[in-house]
Structures are given as structure tokens and as C-alpha cells.
């Protein structure tokens, strides 16, 4: 059985350290944090031990959460890696490209896995929605929170912003031609909305809001392609799949053009596919637990965690 633990146990760490002491696939060794008194509680609360030092830690077990300011990430998943320990960092993977570089080379290097915990990938509704989406040539996300202290360390395109950037990255399969962006800081030093207009080699264009400032929390990202229109809630979570049927060209023509009498419902087929119900953090930790176990790459690579910063990090050029 996988011997885990928890570095960092603030606000996204307690999860972690919550789903990790209900997985059958691992042991919760303990939990490690700077600040004492927040890891005694999340310890006792778990029924696990706060360890003295990160070192104390990663001398016990196979891998670990890190869920530390993103300012750290680069420092403290180095240490885990060097001491040969399995690491899921929160997103985004780094505060740099080059420190993501390292972070990536390392891992390789010492065949480890490194998994980065854009969490979305496991959102039911994205998983339900992926395999409907082929070829979109034009894609619009909007994901609005409400004003909340945590997180302003970063700008709203780290914060809020690369989730989408990663699912996006994922599902256009083409190299991006050309990054164009705006965005302003309002409540906080960083820039606390922002959009971003990618363009893709094969023509597709995203258009990505985010936005820490919202009256309201929105996650929705909606896909456009040749022969479907795929629309995505993750928070309700619901996705909607408008499918072109299969007719002539010719009829289509005539029904679109009131020649023959017909409506939407004569062109179109309509379908919500079921959700799972399977909570996504759960999902990720038991993913991560497999590519441990098993050597696969993870789900979320280091890879993809670098791809995305590094997008992330040119609509901050541009901002800037």
C-alpha cells in the first residue's frame, strides 16, 4: 500500500488530506505544514500525524500533495522529487516557465511521477463532454468568482484562468499562432480579470473571460464544431450536446431556407449525457495513486502543467 502525505494543509490540503484518509489504496502517514497549529487541527481532525519537518516527511512516504502557495511550488516540489517522492502540486505548476522546466526535467530524470492538480480534467461534466468534442473551430469559456482573499498572491490567469487554458489545450489538437489579451487589477496588486483570444494553427479560436470580482461563480465553457455544438457547466454540473443529423445537404438547404417546412428539432438531435456523480478531487488523488502504482503518465502530466503555464505566462506579456 502507498505511503502519502499532505505538505501544506490550508484551505485545498485539508481536502486532500480528507480524501486521502478515505482512499483503500493508500496509507495518510501525516501531514506537514508551517504553521503548527493549523497542521495539529487538520491531524486530529484526520486522525494523522503532524510531522516536525518536511524532511521527517518525505523520508516516510512514497508521494505527496503539495498544496503550498504557488510562489513555493517550485521550491518544495524540487525537495520532494530530489528525495525520490511522488508529487501532485496544486495548479498552476510553478510561478515560472523555468521553474516548471526544472520541475519537469527532474521528475524525468529520476522516473517519477508528477502530476499537477488541474482538477477540471475530473469534473464529471468535462469528462462526459470530451468525448463528444472532435475538431471545434471555435471555443468561449467564462469562469467569474466572487472576491475572496485567497489567491490574490496570483493573477486571476493562474488563479481562475488556467483551468480552461488546460482543457482547451487539451481538446484543440493544433499548435497555438497567436495570443492576444487584456486585463486589470480592480480589488487586488494583480490583475483580477482578464481575457484572452487564442488562435490555433488549424483556425480554431478561444476565447477565454475570468474573473475574481463576479456577483456570481460561473463555470461554463462552450464548444463550437463543424457538425456539433457541445456547451459545458461545471458547476451544475449539465452538459448539452446539439448534434447536426444526419440528412442531405439538399434538405438541409431546403428546411433552412423555408422550402420545406421543418424546424430546429428536424435538424438537429438533442442530448444530455448522464453525470457520474464521482467527486473530482477523489478522482484525481486515486488517479495519481495509479500512475504511482502502475509507472503510466500521469493524467495531468508535468507536461501538461508546464503547456499551460507557459500559455499562461504569454497572456501576462501581454497584459503587462
Same mark, same amino acid.
Given at each position: 500500500m502507498l505511503?502519502?502525505?499532505?505538505?501544506?494543509?490550508?484551505?485545498?490540503?485539508?481536502?486532500?488530506?480528507?480524501?486521502?484518509?478515505?482512499?483503500?489504496?493508500?496509507?495518510?502517514?501525516?501531514?506537514?505544514?508551517d504553521d503548527r497549529t493549523r497542521s495539529g487541527v487538520i491531524a486530529e481532525e484526520f486522525s494523522t500525524r503532524v510531522f516536525d519537518s518536511m524532511s521527517e516527511l518525505l523520508g516516510t512516504v512514497d508521494a505527496v500533495s503539495v498544496a503550498v502557495p504557488t510562489r513555493a511550488h517550485h521550491r518544495i516540489g524540487l525537495e520532494c522529487l530530489k528525495n525520490d517522492v511522488h508529487v501532485l502540486i496544486e495548479k498552476p505548476i510553478a510561478s515560472t516557465v523555468?521553474?516548471?522546466?526544472?520541475?519537469?526535467?527532474?521528475?524525468?530524470?529520476?522516473?517519477?511521477?508528477?502530476?499537477?492538480?488541474?482538477?477540471?480534467?475530473?469534473?464529471?461534466? &468535462?469528462? =462526459?463532454?470530451?468525448?463528444?468534442?472532435? @475538431? !471545434?473551430?471555435?471555443?468561449? %469559456?467564462?469562469?467569474?468568482?466572487?472576491? /475572496?482573499p485567497r489567491g490574490t498572491d496570483v493573477p486571476v490567469?493562474?488563479?481562475?484562468?488556467?483551468?480552461?487554458?488546460?482543457?482547451?489545450?487539451?481538446?484543440?489538437?493544433?499548435?497555438?499562432?497567436? &495570443?492576444? =489579451?487584456?486585463?486589470?487589477?480592480?480589488? @487586488? !496588486?494583480?490583475?483580477?480579470? %482578464?481575457?484572452a483570444r487564442l488562435t490555433f /494553427?488549424?483556425?480554431?479560436?478561444?476565447?477565454?473571460?475570468?474573473?475574481?470580482?463576479?456577483?456570481?461563480?460561473?463555470?461554463?465553457?462552450?464548444?463550437?464544431?463543424?457538425?456539433a455544438y457541445i456547451s459545458i457547466d461545471c458547476m451544475a454540473p449539465k452538459v448539452e450536446v446539439f448534434r447536426k443529423k444526419d440528412i442531405s445537404p439538399e434538405k438541409l438547404l431546403?428546411?433552412?431556407?423555408?422550402?420545406i417546412e421543418g424546424g430546429l428539432e428536424d435538424v438537429v438531435d438533442f442530448t444530455a449525457p448522464a453525470m457520474d456523480g464521482a467527486?473530482?478531487?477523489?478522482?484525481?488523488?486515486?488517479?495519481?495513486?495509479?500512475?504511482?502504482?502502475?509507472?503510466?503518465?500521469?493524467?495531468?502530466?508535468?507536461?501538461?502543467?508546464?503547456?499551460?503555464?507557459?500559455?499562461?505566462?504569454e497572456i501576462l506579456r501581454q497584459i503587462s
Open positions: 505511503r502519502v502525505g499532505v505538505i501544506g494543509v490550508g484551505h485545498l490540503g485539508r481536502f486532500h488530506t480528507r480524501v486521502y484518509s478515505e482512499l483503500p489504496a493508500c496509507e495518510l502517514v501525516g501531514v506537514y505544514d523555468s521553474e516548471a522546466e526544472e520541475l519537469v526535467a527532474v521528475a524525468g530524470e529520476r522516473n517519477l511521477r508528477l502530476q499537477i492538480g488541474h482538477i477540471e480534467r475530473f469534473n464529471q461534466a &468535462i469528462r =462526459a463532454a470530451l468525448c463528444e468534442i472532435a @475538431s !471545434p473551430m471555435f471555443v468561449e %469559456a467564462h469562469r467569474l468568482g466572487i472576491f /475572496a490567469v493562474l488563479d481562475l484562468m488556467i483551468h480552461d487554458i488546460d482543457l482547451i489545450l487539451t481538446a484543440v489538437d493544433s499548435p497555438i499562432e497567436r &495570443i492576444d =489579451a487584456v486585463g486589470v487589477p480592480v480589488l @487586488s !496588486p494583480n490583475v483580477d480579470i %482578464a481575457n /494553427a488549424n483556425g480554431c479560436v478561444a476565447n477565454l473571460t475570468a474573473s475574481r470580482v463576479s456577483r456570481e461563480r460561473i463555470r461554463k465553457i462552450r464548444f463550437f464544431q463543424r457538425d431546403e428546411i433552412a431556407t423555408g422550402k467527486d473530482a478531487l477523489e478522482m484525481e488523488l486515486a488517479s495519481f495513486l495509479r500512475s504511482v502504482s502502475t509507472g503510466d503518465k500521469p493524467t495531468v502530466s508535468g507536461k501538461d502543467g508546464l503547456m499551460a503555464l507557459e500559455v499562461a505566462t
